[in-house]
């Protein structure tokens, strides 16, 4: 019985990090184009998707900032070691492109960003134990004891394994 229980918390660790791994994947092509200042979409100007695209192509630094915080969640994600906060910024990133697509009747990018979303949700929520102390208004917060963090081996892996990809995008340049 036991067993069973150990193998159940292993199978749903390593599910979560491959979610997380996969995810940290999605961000790196767009968050490189956006660092080097180029453009991931070629939406047709003459929608209001393309124009605003086009405009916020132009602002330049604002265009690398968005670039630079996606990078950011995913070598925050693919480390292991800020996962909480990775999956925050990560929500962040997801329900804003998620309210973009439907403010601009982009219905099938709104699917794609509905499941983004839903993993954002869920990497919240396997972390949950360390970000309710930022929502906790009582004076006495107690961590738990029995807070599972991942071992130095699998944060070096998923370093490694940032750059790994990101080189692969950057230097194929094999974006979408």
């Not at 199978?11 to 997380?20: D, H, K, P, T």
């Not at 070629?42 to 630094?61: D, K, N, R």
């Not at 699917?111 to 869920?122: C, D, H, K, N």
Request: aromatic content about 16%; hydrophobic content about 50%; proline content about 2%.
């Amino acid at each position: 019985m036991e067993e069973k229980a150990k193998l159940r918390i292993s199978l749903r660790y390593y599910s979560i990090l491959a979610l997380r791994f996969v995810v940290a994947t999605v961000l790196i092509p767009s968050g490189l184009l956006k660092i080097q200042g180029k453009r991931f979409s070629e939406i047709c100007p003459e929608m209001y998707a393309g124009s605003f695209f086009t405009e916020l192509h132009h602002t330049g630094t604002y265009w690398k900032f968005l670039g630079f915080c996606q990078l950011l969640t995913a070598l925050l994600l693919f480390t292991q070691r800020y996962t909480a906060l990775a999956a925050l910024l990560f929500f962040g990133i997801c329900s804003n492109i998620l309210v973009f697509t439907l403010s601009v009747g982009l219905n099938d990018k709104s699917l794609i960003m509905i499941f983004m979303v839903a993993a954002a949700l869920l990497l919240i929520g396997w972390d949950w134990y360390r970000i309710k102390p930022l929502f906790n208004t009582s004076k006495n917060i107690h961590t738990s004891s029995n807070i599972q963090t991942a071992p130095v081996s699998l944060q070096i892996i998923g370093l490694v394994a940032y750059v790994v990809v990101t080189v692969f995008f950057f230097i194929f340049d094999t974006y979408y």
